[in-house]
């Protein structure tokens, strides 16, 4: 019965597809859901991505308002739903500083486990005094009322727990996980027909890209050194999926490359591991990054990998899949790095057993975070 489930709530943003909803989806598929009972505190009324498989998968989903909106309204409805909801076994917070104010709640209700969850280097925000004052208010708050502290990578942690972070032993990496199955049967599948699913003609170069459309994942970048691309060779074509507030511009700066027939915007899809099956190259431009789940998900592909260098190390798997740049290279770079990335991918990305050893060492199957979490919320 599910009242008898330990009720961990995981306080997000919302459940549209990104690294934090990827890794949480994964997690809930693999965790024994005979014992475990995930609930989603979110912070806009509007449906998203996979709030049907959530409540499928036995979940609930409930709003509270942005803490922008005022501290006093967020703080009054995100306890009156912990009431209504709970009483939680954990609260794991994916809200990046403002984890602090959460846990801190939690605390107060009576929360036994608290974690805080860093998934990036950055807050996006611009450094000023008031900036600079939150962050160490949050972090003094975050050390204080969490049990464990994560990171999806050391820079990740580092980030929002410190520099100095190792010496606590709450502290720890939680790499990106990923469901492996999908991707293994990806070795049964016929490449071709997977690149004609996803509009390339046979002799076209197949680039791609997932991702939210957001100034972090550096759209524009990878817009210039495509349009550099298809200058060198015609004969290229570029998939981007995802959504995000800066899509119609994009859209428009590919029309004023002229290369807006040469550019899927494909938006949300399910269908992940067949789109990376099907790409010569994927190219990650990000300005900054906690680790690239999607980067891992690429190699498990097989797919060769153009990123920048502000992507984490422990996102390299080491077998032979990534190449980096820098940001400042030119378009031109970028664009010859694709070409070349793209036609290695025609002497196949290893062997499926390489990369699922080398997921396994590194700490990228989902199996093993599962049993991982279903610990810590045990407490």
């Known amino acids: ?26 997690v809930y598929r693999n965790i024994d859901r005979d014992k475990y009972e995930f609930h989603f505190a979110v912070q806009s009324p509007e449906p998203s991505f996979y709030d049907d498989e959530i409540r499928a998968l036995g979940g609930t989903i409930f709003v509270q308002p942005p803490p922008k909106d005022g501290i006093r309204s967020f703080r009054k409805q995100l306890t009156a739903n912990m009431n209504k909801y709970g009483p939680y076994a954990a609260v794991h917070s994916h809200v990046f500083g403002f984890s602090g104010y959460v846990l801190k709640l939690a605390d107060k209700l009576g929360v036994p486990v608290r974690i805080s969850h860093s998934h990036n280097t950055s807050d996006s925000k611009s450094t000023s005094l008031v900036r600079n004052l939150y962050r160490s208010y949050m972090r003094s708050l975050i050390s ?4 464990n502290m994560l990171g999806c990578s050391r820079a990740a942690c580092e980030s929002l727990f410190g520099n100095g972070c190792w010496k606590d032993g709450r502290v ?31 002799d076209e170069l197949l680039i791609g ?3 939210r459309f957001s100034k972090q994942k550096n759209h524009a ?6 349009a550099s691309l298809v200058k060198q060779r015609p004969k290229s074509r570029l998939l981007l999926c995802g959504d995000g507030p800066l899509r119609p511009e994009m859209e428009e700066k ?18 992940v591991p067949e789109l990376l099956g099907a790409l010569d190259a ?13 980067l891992i998900e690429a190699q498990a592909a097989g797919v060769p990998c153009l990123i920048s260098e502000t992507v984490p190390r422990e996102a390299d798997l080491r077998i032979g899949l990534i190449e980096r740049l820098a940001l400042n290279d030119p378009p031109e770079r970028w664009a010859e790095a694709m070409a070349s990335i793209g036609e290695r991918r025609a002497r196949g990305g290893g062997e499926w057993q390489e990369r699922a050893a080398a997921l396994g060492e590194r700490g990228y199957d989902i199996r093993v975070s599962a049993e991982k979490l279903e610990r810590l919320y045990a407490g």
């Open 209 to 211: 890209h997932i991702g």
């Open 254 to 271: 590919a029309r004023g490359l002229g290369i807006a027939d040469k550019v899927n915007f494909l938006g949300l899809r399910k269908d």
């Open 282 to 294: 994927f190219v990650l431009p990000s300005l900054y990054e906690g680790l690239g789940i999607v």
């Open 172 to 202: 720890d990496v939680f790499p990106n996980a990923i469901t492996l199955a999908p991707y293994e049967s990806l070795v049964q599948v016929n490449r071709e027909e997977l690149r004609r699913r996803f509009g390339a003609e046979e």
């Open 221 to 226: 970048l990878l817009l210039d050194s495509f």
């Open 1 to 26: 019965m599910s009242h008898t489930k330990i009720k961990v709530l995981h306080v997000v943003g919302r459940m549209h597809p990104g690294g934090i909803e990827t890794l949480l989806m994964n």
């Open 144 to 147: 204080r009322h969490s049990t």
